[in-house]
């Protein structure tokens, strides 16, 4: 089969007239977009109601959802309040989400804090196994994704997300390839590179692969800010990542997290309709 790509925006599109999430919904339709991601980012604030009716209005304009959980999580805290709040932070996410209808929760992991990397990787798989116990007694029913991180000091390399997806079966990737490209300090210098990002992936997450990209301005610390694709000072190139997807066959989705939002999702969309 062909690859197939969907786009979206990470969160309300700016042209959308209401800034509540089902006049996003509709915006991204009437754009000719076919994602939204959900933005829990500063807490889960979306009541079940509401995520009800958001399910209707996706399902009828025929939008993919996906959440983005909260940043304030660390599953590597060795603070207990902070490791619980950070596990009900993407439980609540996880709740709301399913009730929405939404396909992934995907959420930073950690933070490494100068701990061995292999003991924090494996503390991090625990506690992720235990909100997956926790959401099966809950009949929570959506997939959890681990994304990949921006920076060094946070759990979340390609290689460290893809050992996760292997310990855990319910887990499957978010790939950011704009972290990826921040984080490893200019990681993607052509086209192969892409390509080669690619086959680290096991081939049974490349039929719907969820992703993330933007443009990216970062040091040799990782991630600082993103940016706009055809803004000056990025170094990121879609177009790179587009043609890879399409050359290994890829199949799934990219929500755009540029600042302009809906202005990138379609330029991506554009192109990818071009090669
Ligand atoms: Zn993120």
Redesign the pocket.
């Known amino acids: 089969m062909a690859s197939k790509i969907i786009f979206g925006t990470a969160g309300i599109p700016h042209s959308s007239k209401g800034s509540d999430s089902v006049s996003g919904i509709e915006r991204v339709r009437k754009l000719g977009l076919d994602a939204m991601e959900l933005e829990f980012v500063r807490g889960v604030h979306m009541g079940e109601e509401t995520a009800r009716q958001v399910k209707i209005a996706a399902e009828k304009n025929n939008v993919l959802l996906r959440v983005?959980a909260p940043y304030f999580i660390n599953l590597n805290s060795s603070d207990k309040k902070k490791l619980e709040a950070s596990k009900k932070r993407i439980l609540d996410s996880a709740k709301i989400g399913s009730i929405a209808g939404a396909k992934i929760v995907?959420f930073?992991p950690g933070f490494f804090q100068g701990g061995n990397k292999k003991t924090v990787l494996e503390k991090v798989i625990s506690e992720i196994g235990s909100i997956i116990d926790e959401m099966k007694k809950q009949k929570c029913a959506i997939a959890l994704a681990p994304?990949t991180t921006g920076k060094p000091t946070q759990v979340g390399s390609l290689e460290e997300t893809i050992a996760m997806c292997s310990a855990l079966k319910e887990l499957q990737p978010m790939v950011?390839f704009s972290h990826l490209h921040a984080r490893e300090n200019c990681r993607f210098k052509a086209e192969r590179d892409f390509e080669i990002a690619i086959e680290e992936i096991p081939k049974k997450f490349l039929n719907d692969l969820q992703m993330?990209a933007s443009g990216i301005n970062f040091s040799e610390k990782g991630e600082r800010n993103h940016l706009n694709m055809e803004e000056k000072g990025n170094s990121f190139n879609y177009k790179w990542l587009l043609e890879a997807l399409k050359e290994k066959n890829v199949s799934g989705c990219i929500i755009s997290e540029s600042p302009n939002l809906e202005e990138d999702a379609l330029l991506m969309k554009k192109y990818f309709e071009k090669i």
């Open positions: 983005h995907t930073h994304e950011d993330h």
